[in-house]
């Protein structure tokens, strides 16, 4: 069935460095994008989102590209900081008849290295 | 304001057991969604009420049941628990049924034994 996938299922940066976490998409009707980002112990956090009639979107520190071709997301975070460790869900939405729901991909565990 | 607010954090059950989760919304958002969230299969939708109606329902057995009260609190319940029931449940809370502002709990780790 159609999915929404994670490339790597852990990235380890240093300190300042920049990050790239990727995710493809199979869902070519989907045209709505979140990232997530979940801390040990807590729920998803509300990171940056994207329709699918852009193709770059900016936040602070973060952006988020979609490439609608290849059906691949990417979040970019710059100056990774130690805060930043954390896994990062990318979802996209599942409409029904009914309502929209959250199709997540598996996670990405970001670790941030001093 | 508050954030969504679960309760209780950690709960212990036996199999076969029944079980009741509960959520506050953010105050004035009036749809709740519940995930369960687990390891191996990750976040998966289970339902969303607005209006006290369930809107929309993820691809659970019937053992899996929520309802939603006048002032948008919601509960969920699984009966005859089983071990694989095991997760972390959360529940997220936003304005209306839409994709925007969508506002997660810390959720509720059940442990089923």
């Known amino acids: 069935g159609e999915s929404v996938g994670l490339h790597l299922p852990t990235l380890s940066v240093q300190e300042g460095d920049n990050s790239i976490i990727n995710c493809a998409y199979s869902?070519?009707?989907?045209?709505?994008f979140i990232w997530y980002k979940q801390e040990s112990g807590k729920g998803p956090q509300f990171i940056i989102d994207i329709r699918s009639n852009m193709d770059k979107r900016q936040g602070q520190r973060v952006t988020v590209l979609l490439n609608k071709t290849v059906k691949h997301l990417s979040l970019q975070i710059a100056a990774t900081q130690p805060g930043d460790s954390a896994v990062y869900f990318c979802?996209?939405?599942?409409?029904?008849?009914?309502?929209?729901?959250?199709?997540f991909g598996k996670g990405t565990s970001l670790l941030v290295t001093p | 304001k508050a954030g969504v607010t679960q309760t209780p954090r950690y709960l212990i059950k036996t199999r076969g057991q029944q079980v009741t989760l509960s959520c506050s919304p953010i105050s004035g958002h009036r749809s709740v969604s519940w995930y369960q969230q687990t390891p191996g299969q990750g976040l998966q939708f289970l339902f969303e009420?607005?209006?006290?109606?369930?809107?929309n329902k993820g691809n659970f057995p019937g053992r899996f049941s929520g309802r939603q009260f006048s002032n948008s609190r919601s509960e969920m319940n699984v009966s005859t628990l089983e071990l694989g029931d095991s997760a972390l449940y959360l529940c997220?809370?936003?304005?209306?049924?839409?994709?925007?502002?969508?506002?997660f709990g810390s959720g509720t780790r059940l442990t089923v034994v």
């Open positions: 997220a809370s936003r304005v209306f049924v839409s994709l925007y502002g969508y506002t």
């Open positions: 869902n070519s009707a989907s045209d709505y």
């Open positions: 979802a996209e939405n599942a409409n029904s008849n009914s309502g929209y729901a959250l199709n």
């Open positions: 009420y607005f209006s006290e109606t369930q809107r």
